[in-house]
């Protein structure tokens, strides 16, 4: 059985639409408790990331490359103009995110591909395996309501990637198949990336 016909067969459609819709709820909901100085985050919503987006760490268009992808909503909507920081991969949002908090910056949302809310599908190019890429907005989910999984034999657009999931049930399947280390994706910090 392809590695596509068994996360489908895992997945049902009905229960990705189901936990879609809470995983907006989530977002929100996590959003509003993120903002800090009193700032009213719950309007923070997540945002789609196609079209020539380019990554704010790398430069890379984030709907181009596999894997997860995230975004950054700041109090300040500085200096992205108005808009959430966006990027190709959980690494590069990482970085950007500790950057950010080192220049003083105030993250209101931190939100990644929730693999739990998508029809992933996993692929292989050389010998590396993929996961499919999301940029649509209702595939991410807060990074309070994730596990991400460090060291599988899955990589994303900058290689060794950390691998979100917002169901335990999603993330036992994931390390049976894929090996690596579950991790509460809030809890990742810059040695976790740099380790990578």
């Known amino acids: 059985m392809r590695d596509t016909d068994r996360a489908s067969v895992r997945r049902p459609v009905r229960r990705r639409e189901l936990l879609g819709g809470l995983a907006g709820g989530i977002a929100l909901a996590a959003a509003g408790c993120l903002g800090?100085?009193?700032d009213d985050a719950s309007d923070?919503?997540?945002v789609a990331l196609?079209?020539?987006r380019p990554c704010d760490q790398c430069g890379m268009i984030v709907e181009d490359h596999p894997g997860p992808v995230g975004q950054i909503h700041?109090?300040?909507d500085g200096p992205e103009g108005g808009r959430p920081a966006g990027f190709c991969s959980s690494t590069c949002t990482y970085t950007y995110l500790f950057d950010a908090e080192d220049a003083d910056r105030d993250p209101r949302a931190v939100l990644l591909t929730d693999y739990s809310v998508v029809d992933q599908?996993?692929?292989?190019?050389?010998?590396?395996?993929?996961f499919s890429s999301h940029v649509e907005s209702g595939a991410f989910s807060p990074i309070e309501a994730l596990t991400v999984v460090i060291g599988s034999d899955v990589v994303g657009a900058m290689g060794p990637e950390l691998i979100p999931f917002g169901d335990d049930g999603?993330?036992?399947?994931f390390v049976g198949e894929y090996g690596g280390d579950p991790m509460n994706a809030n809890a990742v910090d810059r040695?976790?990336?740099d380790a990578l």
Not at 121 to 130: I, K, Q, T
Not at 170 to 173: K, S, W, Y
């Open 121 to 130: 599908e996993a692929f292989e190019e050389g010998s590396d395996v993929m």
């Open 191 to 193: 040695a976790t990336v």
């Open 44 to 46: 923070v919503t997540p």
């Open 74 to 76: 700041f109090a300040d």
């Open 36 to 38: 800090a100085g009193g």
């Open 50 to 52: 196609d079209g020539e």
């Open 170 to 173: 999603d993330v036992e399947a």
